[in-house]
Protein backbone atom coordinates (compact mmCIF):
# COMPACT_ATOMS: atom_id res chain seq x y z
CA UNK A 1 0.00 0.00 0.00
CA UNK A 2 1.96 2.52 -1.30
CA UNK A 3 1.65 6.36 0.52
CA UNK A 4 0.38 7.94 -2.63
CA UNK A 5 -0.52 10.92 -0.67
CA UNK A 6 3.04 11.71 0.63
CA UNK A 7 5.46 14.25 -1.58
CA UNK A 8 8.38 13.10 0.03
CA UNK A 9 11.67 14.95 -1.48
CA UNK A 10 15.64 13.87 -0.35
CA UNK A 11 18.10 16.56 -2.10
CA UNK A 12 14.93 18.31 -4.07
CA UNK A 13 14.11 14.68 -5.72
CA UNK A 14 10.25 13.45 -5.32
CA UNK A 15 10.70 9.77 -4.05
CA UNK A 16 8.22 7.71 -5.90
CA UNK A 17 5.58 5.80 -3.60
CA UNK A 18 6.29 2.85 -4.79
CA UNK A 19 9.75 2.91 -4.28
CA UNK A 20 10.52 3.88 -0.69
CA UNK A 21 7.12 4.94 0.92
CA UNK A 22 5.10 1.58 0.87
CA UNK A 23 3.22 0.15 3.88
CA UNK A 24 2.87 -3.39 4.17
CA UNK A 25 0.57 -5.86 6.51
CA UNK A 26 0.67 -9.97 6.53
CA UNK A 27 -1.77 -12.24 8.52
CA UNK A 28 -0.55 -15.89 8.94
CA UNK A 29 -2.71 -18.68 10.52
CA UNK A 30 -6.25 -18.24 11.46
CA UNK A 31 -8.28 -18.97 14.78
CA UNK A 32 -7.13 -18.37 18.01
CA UNK A 33 -2.88 -18.82 16.75
CA UNK A 34 -3.36 -15.71 13.82
CA UNK A 35 0.02 -13.61 13.62
CA UNK A 36 -0.18 -10.38 12.00
CA UNK A 37 2.91 -8.36 11.27
CA UNK A 38 3.84 -5.06 9.31
CA UNK A 39 5.39 -2.02 8.24
CA UNK A 40 3.23 1.35 8.50
CA UNK A 41 4.60 4.58 6.78
CA UNK A 42 3.75 7.44 8.46
CA UNK A 43 4.79 10.92 8.92
CA UNK A 44 6.06 12.28 12.20
CA UNK A 45 2.97 14.01 13.62
CA UNK A 46 1.35 10.93 12.56
CA UNK A 47 3.06 8.59 14.78
CA UNK A 48 1.24 9.06 18.15
CA UNK A 49 -2.54 8.61 17.17
CA UNK A 50 -1.44 5.92 15.10
CA UNK A 51 -0.01 4.22 17.46
CA UNK A 52 -2.30 4.11 20.31
CA UNK A 53 -5.03 3.07 18.39
CA UNK A 54 -3.43 0.00 17.37
CA UNK A 55 -1.73 -0.25 20.99
CA UNK A 56 -5.45 -0.02 22.03
CA UNK A 57 -6.51 -2.70 19.42
CA UNK A 58 -3.84 -5.30 20.70
CA UNK A 59 -1.25 -4.59 18.08
CA UNK A 60 2.64 -4.38 19.41
CA UNK A 61 4.88 -1.76 18.24
CA UNK A 62 7.76 -3.68 17.52
CA UNK A 63 10.37 -1.21 15.96
CA UNK A 64 9.28 2.68 15.33
CA UNK A 65 12.52 4.31 13.15
CA UNK A 66 13.36 5.50 9.26
CA UNK A 67 14.39 4.32 6.52
CA UNK A 68 15.58 7.40 4.46
CA UNK A 69 17.71 9.73 5.39
CA UNK A 70 17.12 13.85 4.58
CA UNK A 71 13.94 13.51 3.17
CA UNK A 72 11.37 15.96 4.02
CA UNK A 73 8.77 15.33 5.11
CA UNK A 74 9.88 13.23 7.99
CA UNK A 75 8.69 9.39 6.97
CA UNK A 76 9.22 6.76 9.73
CA UNK A 77 8.64 3.05 9.71
CA UNK A 78 6.20 1.46 12.04
CA UNK A 79 6.76 -2.28 12.22
CA UNK A 80 3.53 -3.98 14.12
CA UNK A 81 3.22 -7.40 15.14
CA UNK A 82 -0.20 -9.12 16.92
CA UNK A 83 -1.14 -12.89 18.12
CA UNK A 84 -3.98 -14.02 19.04
CA UNK A 85 -7.71 -14.45 17.42
CA UNK A 86 -7.24 -13.79 13.67
CA UNK A 87 -10.94 -11.88 13.75
CA UNK A 88 -9.68 -9.74 16.74
CA UNK A 89 -7.15 -9.11 14.67
CA UNK A 90 -8.12 -8.07 11.95
CA UNK A 91 -10.41 -5.77 13.31
CA UNK A 92 -7.29 -4.12 15.56
CA UNK A 93 -8.01 -0.52 13.38
CA UNK A 94 -5.46 -1.29 10.85
CA UNK A 95 -7.60 -0.02 7.76
CA UNK A 96 -8.81 2.96 10.45
CA UNK A 97 -5.07 3.90 11.22
CA UNK A 98 -3.83 3.87 7.69
CA UNK A 99 -7.07 5.47 6.57
CA UNK A 100 -6.54 8.14 9.46
CA UNK A 101 -2.48 8.74 8.53
CA UNK A 102 -3.81 9.72 4.85
CA UNK A 103 -6.38 12.19 5.72
CA UNK A 104 -4.07 13.38 8.15
CA UNK A 105 -1.32 14.00 5.31
CA UNK A 106 -3.88 15.27 2.70
CA UNK A 107 -5.02 18.00 4.98
CA UNK A 108 -1.41 19.07 5.63
CA UNK A 109 -0.88 19.34 1.71
CA UNK A 110 -4.06 20.83 1.02
Request: a positive charge; hydrophobic letters at 45%.
Amino acid sequence: MPRKDLKVKVAGTLIKPGLALGSWCAFSSSGDSAMVMGDLVLVEDEVAPVMAKLQAGGIDISALHNHVLRESPRVMYMHIAGHGNAVKLAQARLPRCIHLAENRSRHRQN
